[in-house]
Antibody, heavy 121, light 107 residues
Framework: EVQLLESGGGLVQPGGSLRLSCAASGFTFSNYAMSWVRQAPGKGLEWISA????????HYADSVKGRFTISRDNSKNTLYLQMNSLRADDTAIYYCAKDRNTAMVGLFDYWGQGTLVTVSS | EILLTQSPATLSLSPGERATLSCRAS??????LAWYQHKPGQGPRLLIY???NRATGIPARFTGSGSGTDFTLTISSLEPEDFAVYYC?????????FGQGTKLEIK
């Protein structure tokens, strides 16, 4: 059974940093691209970053480019999101999502339950 | 960035009724359009991919159609567990984008 478990969320002050983790199990993690998607309070879903399986390619939404860094450790079956220079509008539930392909094809067949990040003073 | 507009924002129906949800793209996404179901406290669930293909384990009452800029998700006969928020998502162009969602509520 595929499982994705996010952790690392919490309350952080504006300008602060946080690192999210997503522990994966039930599939060969290294073979699949992975993404982070967030949902701000009362809003819809926003894709923010993707990391390919195998090749090391990454993509970012403009809203987080230069502030957030996606990475993965295939030996630990874990996806990360390093978030720096956090702003109030980064407040959201952050989900990790598994892509259906090694390449970043943007088709998310499994999702975690999310971790809440609150940016506030 | 491709904008996806979903309608209606809220749909109030009773179990057993037919639901029709729409998603319009600001430019052609060919058939690279997916639908997800999202319930509170859970991650979204993939229902339909590439406009009309049901994902693994999705009941036959869920049907997707459309191409280019206009897409439809139809739920033929609503079950109690179908009441949720539904999102469309395009993967034709970076960045991937989602619609703002349609809330399907019990009438």
């Amino acid at each position: 059974e595929v499982q994705l478990l996010e952790s690392g969320g919490g309350l952080v002050q504006p300008g602060g940093s946080l690192r999210l983790s997503c522990a994966a199990s039930g599939f060969t993690f290294s073979n699949y691209a992975m993404s982070w998607v967030r949902q701000a309070p009362g809003k819809g879903l926003e894709w923010i970053s993707a990391f390919s399986g195998g090749g090391g390619s990454t993509h970012y939404a403009d809203s987080v480019k230069g502030r957030f860094t996606i990475s993965r450790d295939n030996s630990k079956n874990t996806l990360y999101l390093q978030m720096n220079s956090l702003r109030a509008d980064d407040t959201a539930i952050y989900y990790c999502a598994k892509d259906r392909n090694t390449a970043m094809v943007g088709l998310f067949d499994y999702w975690g339950q999310g971790t809440l990040v609150t940016v506030s003073s | 960035e491709i904008l996806l507009t979903q309608s209606p924002a809220t749909l109030s129906l009773s179990p057993g009724e037919r639901a029709t949800l729409s998603c319009r793209a600001s430019q052609s996404v060919i058939s690279y359009l997916a639908w997800y179901q999202h319930k509170p406290g859970q991650g979204p669930r993939l229902l339909i991919y590439d406009a009309s293909n049901r994902a693994t384990g999705i009941p036959a009452r869920f049907t997707g159609s459309g191409s280019g800029t206009d897409f439809t998700l139809t739920i033929s006969s609503l079950e109690p567990e179908d009441f949720a928020v539904y999102y469309c998502q395009q993967r034709s162009n970076w960045p991937y984008t989602f619609g703002q969602g349609t809330k399907l509520e019990i009438k």
